[in-house]
């Protein structure tokens, strides 16, 4: 099983980028399909993106597409969101996660998905 640890959240203005990273421990990362979902005060954790195993999929909610990009780096053990174009409406914090099978790339996740702590994005106006 692997263990996530996401970086790179923070302070930026409406119109600015962030790239987050989630690195993972253990060997068995190229197994996992990788996702971000986000969490707002209040509100329920909805799906960002997500990304094959392989890396040639990836999947994007209708709220961040031609704004966000994922990636994910195997032999770095290390997945990837780009965040461009920034709104206040993305503030919340940005939770990576893992799970095998169909789940993340249809825009959910399972019982056994795998969580990081989350890193927290605030965009100002």
């Known amino acids: 099983q692997v263990q996530l640890v996401e970086s790179g959240g923070g302070l930026v203005q409406a119109g600015g980028s962030l790239r987050l990273s989630c690195a993972a421990s253990g060997r068995t990362f190229s197994n996992y399909a990788m996702g971000w979902f986000r969490q707002a005060p209040g509100k329920e954790r909805d799906f960002v993106a997500a990304?094959?195993?392989?890396?040639?999929?990836?999947y994007y909610a209708d709220s961040v597409k031609g704004r966000f990009t994922i990636s994910r780096d195997n032999p770095k053990n290390t997945v990837y969101l780009q965040m461009n174009s920034l709104k206040p409406e993305d503030t919340a914090i940005y939770y990576c996660?893992?799970?095998?099978?169909?789940?993340?790339?249809?825009?959910?996740?399972?019982?056994?998905?795998?969580w990081g702590q989350g890193t927290l994005v605030t965009v100002s106006s």
């Open positions: 990304v094959s195993w392989s890396g040639g999929n990836k």
């Open positions: 996660a893992a799970e095998r099978g169909p789940n993340l790339m249809a825009g959910r996740y399972g019982n056994l998905a795998v």
